[in-house]
């Protein structure tokens, strides 16, 4: 733990959550997080062999887990899956929205084979799995479904216009969501994560050949240090908890100030003493 878990043991006891993305990284951790406060987690994502690897991983902690290679892009793949687990479970309580791609490009020569990909994973795999969960919640008489997007999305992010669309275009489902679905005791936030510390990010540091880089981004930062996915974590497990009962079709920035803008200041930056 990088920090004291504030949140009860038992905090998802007897759950289920669904959590794409579930094999590596941000998913991974909040999958972990959830099973290690009661929930039986149920993971997705492309590669079988990552997702057996997380499993052997939760299993070892005594987290009740199960996992299928499902491309979010298909309906009906995603549809299947979720039957399978509310079969299986008897229930269906929490759903992250988690699984993402991308990759950079100047908005001008964004092909149309790379937007649809984007935006195909992005934005209608995330409508998927909520549909298929949210049909479930209904019945139930609530749960919580949350989505982790990207910061920045108010100020746009040079370089991945086409990956910041399609997450703008997942608040615009939330929100609309949030008030169709309110009634049914569903809730739906999203949080917005900003640099954060995983495998995926350190190896793309590394590729820029500058010893440096890390330290400067975080310099950047107002609160003076990147992300780590603990942060992602406590803001997963807050939005899906009963504390958060009264909370829904928000949209949480999680980066440290990074996405404020600063604009012109008379005051010298302050330093650490």
């Known amino acids: 733990m990088e920090r004291p878990d504030i949140f009860h043991p038992d905090l998802f006891q007897g759950q289920v959550a669904v959590v794409t993305g579930g094999g590596t990284g941000l998913g991974f951790a909040i999958a972990e997080y959830f099973g290690r406060h009661g929930a039986r987690v149920a993971i997705l994502g492309r590669r079988a062999d990552v997702l057996q690897d997380a499993c052997a991983k939760l299993e ?139 495998p995926g990010f350190e190896a793309e540091m590394v590729q820029t050949g500058d010893p440096h880089v890390v330290g400067r981004t975080a310099q950047a930062i107002p609160l003076g240090r990147l992300g780590r996915p603990w942060d992602i974590v406590m803001a997963a497990a807050f939005l899906a908890s009963p504390a958060a009962a009264y909370i829904t079709g928000q949209y949480l920035t999680v980066d440290g100030g990074n996405s404020l803008d600063a604009g012109i200041s008379v005051m010298p930056p302050a330093s650490p003493e």
Not at 95 to 101: L, S, T, V
Not at 165 to 170: E, H, L, N, P, T
């Open 60 to 198: 070892a902690q005594d987290i009740s887990v199960m996992a299928e290679a499902v491309d979010i892009r298909d309906a009906e793949a995603v549809g299947t899956y979720i039957d399978r687990v509310h079969d299986t479970w008897g229930r269906l309580d929490v759903a992250i929205n988690n699984a993402g791609g991308q990759f950079p490009s100047p908005a001008l020569d964004i092909s149309p084979r790379g937007l649809d990909a984007v935006v195909r994973t992005n934005l209608y795999g995330t409508i998927y799995v909520s549909q298929a969960a949210a049909r479930y919640m209904r019945a139930a008489g609530g749960g919580s479904i949350v989505n982790v997007v990207v910061s920045s999305l108010e100020r746009g992010i040079p370089g991945v216009a086409h990956t910041v669309a399609a997450r703008a275009g997942v608040l615009g489902f939330m929100r609309s969501a949030a008030r169709e679905w309110g009634p049914w005791g569903i809730r739906m936030n999203a949080i917005g994560p900003g640099l954060i510390v995983t």
